[in-house]
């Protein structure tokens, strides 16, 4: 008997589709082996600039993670298994009286002291990146306390305006978790978390690795205009209203950004825990990017519509691929086909009757799917 998929029974396909999105979201996170090296330069890198006598030493650094390893929505590159990581710096220091690039200079004079990061270096505007060829790299962003600005907000230095700008690190990764309903952090040097069970990890997380795949994809060709990652987290996280699954969640966060927009001008997008960062700044620099992400998200939103009421797996697939790739939606859809024919005819496939997810245990709450329910011979 075939595991292609042929028909879908229009009664349990928003299972079906909440299970393919669930099965996307597991492919393009990170591996454990790709976390555990992540995790392992990362102490490496922390542990060099912390080091007691370093040239860095006196002005007390703070290490810590941030963006999307640090908040769990890291996907590798279409592709590829490469990413990026992102830590933070922290000197106690001045910015009132320190010049920014100075700063700057003083992170990659240490980070050049080590023979093997010394050969990685790039410098960037705002951060000193280390570059592990096939792998990923580390951007390490120095920073210093804004204590006018309270709680955890730090200025940034910017090369190329020679100023301190404001940021939050810690304080967005506490309101994005908030969003998600987990727990809050206080400000110390930290590790990155351990990765979550995918079981277990939050829908607004797995709706923003899915709207960075769909960026990926869809901006694959013009990719100095693709909306960045911070931006539509921060969009996911302010639209997110508890949904209970991923598809609505992801289908109702699209049309709130889209009735967000302001009828003339761009739309603004801050740190919500520090207002005076604007996280969309690039915009003002490259107005064409801003009206090809307004142009992004009308076709996602219009797709979205389309797979709401798709009822044959060929066009779900058709779609799937058309936002996430063609290669994910095919191994996705081929491996729920087995996953469901191996159950269905051990007689152990239910429907939970609430969540609507798929599952092979019988429980409370779930009803037994019939053995012909899914797919063809």
Request: hydrophobic share 35%.
């Given at each position: 008997?075939?595991?292609?998929?042929?028909?879908?029974?229009?009664?349990?396909?928003?299972?079906?589709?909440?299970?393919?999105?669930?099965?996307?979201?597991?492919?393009?996170?990170?591996?454990?082996?790709?976390?555990?090296?992540?995790?392992?330069?990362?102490?490496?890198?922390?542990?060099?600039?912390?080091?007691?006598?370093?040239?860095?030493?006196?002005?007390?650094?703070?290490?810590?993670?941030?963006?999307?390893?640090?908040?769990?929505?890291?996907?590798?590159?279409?592709?590829?298994?490469?990413?990026?990581?992102?830590?933070?710096?922290?000197?106690?220091?001045?910015w009132t009286?320190?010049?920014?690039?100075?700063?700057?200079?003083?992170?990659?004079?240490?980070?050049?002291?080590?023979?093997?990061?010394?050969?990685?270096?790039?410098?960037?505007?705002?951060?000193?990146?280390?570059?592990?060829?096939?792998?990923?790299?580390?951007?390490?962003?120095?920073?210093?306390?804004?204590?006018?600005?309270?709680?955890?907000?730090?200025?940034?230095?910017?090369?190329?305006?020679?100023?301190?700008?404001?940021?939050?690190?810690?304080?967005?990764?506490?309101?994005?978790e908030s969003?998600?309903?987990?727990?809050?952090?206080?400000?110390?040097?930290?590790?990155?978390?351990?990765?979550?069970?995918?079981?277990?990890?939050?829908?607004?997380?797995?709706?923003?690795?899915?709207?960075?795949?769909?960026?990926?994809?869809?901006?694959?060709?013009?990719?100095?205009?693709?909306?960045?990652?911070?931006?539509?987290?921060?969009?996911?996280?302010?639209?997110?209203?508890?949904?209970?699954?991923?598809?609505?969640?992801?289908?109702?966060?699209?049309?709130?950004?889209?009735?967000?927009?302001?009828?003339?001008?761009?739309?603004?997008?801050?740190?919500?825990?520090?207002?005076?960062?604007?996280?969309?700044?690039r915009w003002?620099?490259?107005?064409?990017?801003?009206?090809?992400?307004?142009?992004?998200?009308?076709?996602?939103?219009?797709?979205?519509?389309?797979?709401?009421?798709?009822?044959?797996?060929?066009?779900?697939?058709?779609?799937?691929?058309?936002?996430?790739?063609?290669?994910?939606?095919?191994?996705?859809?081929?491996?729920?086909?087995?996953?469901?024919?191996?159950?269905?005819?051990?007689?152990?496939?239910?429907?939970?009757?609430?969540?609507?997810?798929?599952?092979?245990?019988?429980?409370?709450?779930?009803?037994?799917?019939?053995?012909?329910?899914?797919?063809?011979?």
């Open positions: 008997m075939s595991t292609q998929p042929q028909d879908l029974s229009p009664s349990h396909a928003p299972e079906i589709l909440e299970d393919l999105l669930l099965r996307m979201g597991r492919k393009v996170q990170l591996s454990e082996p790709r976390h555990r090296q992540a995790t392992e330069r990362y102490r490496s890198i922390a542990e060099f600039l912390d080091e007691p006598g370093s040239s860095l030493a006196r002005f007390r650094p703070v290490i810590y993670p941030q963006g999307s390893l640090r908040i769990g929505t890291t996907v590798h590159l279409k592709g590829t298994d490469e990413f990026d990581l992102d830590a933070v710096c922290e000197l106690s220091i001045d009286r320190s010049a920014p690039v100075a700063v700057l200079d003083a992170v990659e004079s240490r980070l050049a002291q080590s023979d093997d990061y010394r050969r990685m270096l790039e410098r960037k505007n705002r951060c000193v990146r280390l570059v592990y060829a096939n792998e990923f790299h580390v951007d390490v962003l120095p920073a210093v306390p804004d204590p006018a600005a309270g709680g955890t907000c730090v200025r940034v230095p910017d090369r190329d305006l020679r100023e301190w700008v404001p940021s939050d690190p810690i304080g967005y990764a506490d309101w994005f969003r998600a309903k987990l727990y809050m952090v206080e400000k110390m040097a930290m590790p990155i978390p351990a990765p979550e069970p995918f079981e277990t990890k939050p829908i607004l997380k797995v709706v923003v690795q899915l709207l960075k795949r769909w960026r990926d994809v869809r901006y694959e060709t013009d990719p100095d205009r693709a909306p960045i990652s911070i931006v539509l987290t921060t969009l996911a996280g302010q639209h997110y209203a508890a949904e209970q699954t991923t598809f609505d969640a992801l289908s109702r966060v699209v049309t709130r950004v889209l009735a967000s927009l302001p009828r003339s001008g761009r739309l603004r997008v801050c740190n919500p825990s520090n207002s005076e960062e604007d996280l969309s700044e003002d620099a490259d107005p064409s990017a801003y009206d090809v992400f307004v142009e992004g998200m009308i076709a996602l939103h219009d797709s979205l519509g389309s797979l709401r009421s798709a009822r044959g797996i060929r066009q779900i697939k058709k779609i799937l691929g058309e936002l996430f790739g063609e290669k994910l939606a095919e191994t996705v859809i081929n491996e729920q086909a087995r996953n469901v024919e191996q159950e269905r005819q051990g007689g152990r496939l239910r429907v939970a009757t609430i969540s609507g997810s798929l599952t092979s245990v019988a429980e409370s709450g779930t009803a037994p799917i019939r053995r012909n329910t899914f797919y063809g011979d």
